[in-house]
């Protein structure tokens, strides 16, 4: 018989750490405590609602639903249904006026980030939404290091359609041309920040153009 | 054994119109041929998309995923899902670089619009988007008489938290304070032209503000 908890959860010996395997992070950071990415950004978006901040939501995944069972008294249940692959980024809102687009990527790559983490009608996606004005980019992680970037879609966008062979975006041009992300508490993930320098400087870009 | 098209369909009876039965709309209107708001909505954003004057998707249905089978050499199969409650509106995207976000709602009612169509979250993220400056709105049909109105976000808010026990919207309200949206064949419905005249009024309201 299971043995189960009082709020009737099954009872499992992995929730218990096991004397000599320390469940405190080493280093003690902030990020990578067995949340994934989306995870944190989920966390930091829920802080900036709270806090009025900013209204940026990820949204749900695409699902094609087949089959769903109505049984009675009960909730529906779908019994059938297939991933379809998004036709927009992962996540948009509004900050201060202005709409927000962007995508969230991991690599375990040391040195750059590979671009097939990007499907063409992304790349479609976030050209249209420059095309309206729209401040859009990249959330790239770099697992090994635990360093967090935000890149302009510009940048992505040229390195895509620059040349056929190109199959990622090197870390030294990441460097130079992204924003760095600081890691905290409270939010995890304080990409806004960088948002607002993002924002300035296409002001400046536009002011420039325009002269 | 099933005919076949030379396409590989299978042949249905159903495609063939029935004499004495017209297929032909009787009073040759645009909508309503069998296609819900949603689809209708769903195909003026492609049009708006394919043309360059917006962009602007329907979020996926949330579905909280319970149980994926992964047969070998096939897709994977969504076995056990749920269906979830929306934090936010159905429609999100940019317009002339402005934030849009906006529900559609449909009444068989035929004087006023039900407000029970509005959950109470759907609600407050209306009026945060508003907080930053965004273009909130609902898309209301009155089945039938098939009119189409779009209404701004803050006059449904007031309506909401004016009186406990109202329970809609006069039409009449609506008729004053909403914008009557043209249907169409490309694109359906057209609901961006009142999306301009509601920038623009929402543009002098700030000027009559700060002044």
């Known amino acids: 018989?299971?043995?189960?908890?009082?709020?009737?959860?099954k009872f499992s010996e992995k929730r218990i750490p096991q004397r000599g395997k320390s469940v405190i992070n080493k280093d003690n950071r902030f990020s990578n405590r067995g949340m994934s990415l989306e995870e944190e950004i989920n966390e930091s978006n829920q802080y900036y609602l709270a806090n009025g901040i900013a209204n940026i939501h990820k949204k749900p995944t695409p699902v094609q639903i087949v089959n769903v069972h109505y049984p009675s008294r009960s909730a529906a249940v779908i019994t059938e249904a297939y991933f379809q692959k998004a036709s927009t980024t992962d996540?948009?809102?509004?900050?201060?006026?202005h709409y927000i687009d962007f995508e969230a990527k991991e690599t375990r790559n040391k040195k750059?980030?590979?671009?097939?983490?990007?499907?063409?009608?992304?790349i479609d996606h976030m050209k249209d939404v420059l095309s309206h004005g729209g401040i859009c980019f990249a959330i790239l992680r770099f697992a090994i290091t635990d360093e967090l970037y935000l890149l302009d879609a510009s940048v992505i966008?040229?390195?895509?359609?620059?040349?056929?062979d190109r199959k990622s975006i090197p870390k030294d041009v990441i460097d130079s041309f992204g924003y760095s992300i600081p890691q905290g508490y409270m939010p995890r993930i304080d990409y806004l920040k960088a948002v607002s320098n993002?924002?300035?400087?296409?002001?400046?870009t536009r002011k420039e153009d325009e002269e």
């Open 112 to 122: 750059s980030f590979p671009l097939k983490n990007f499907h063409s009608h992304q």
């Open 1 to 9: 018989m299971a043995i189960r908890y009082p709020n009737g959860k």
């Open 157 to 164: 966008i040229r390195y895509v359609s620059d040349a056929e």
């Open 198 to 204: 993002l924002i300035e400087v296409q002001r400046e």
């Open 91 to 97: 996540y948009n809102g509004i900050f201060k006026g």
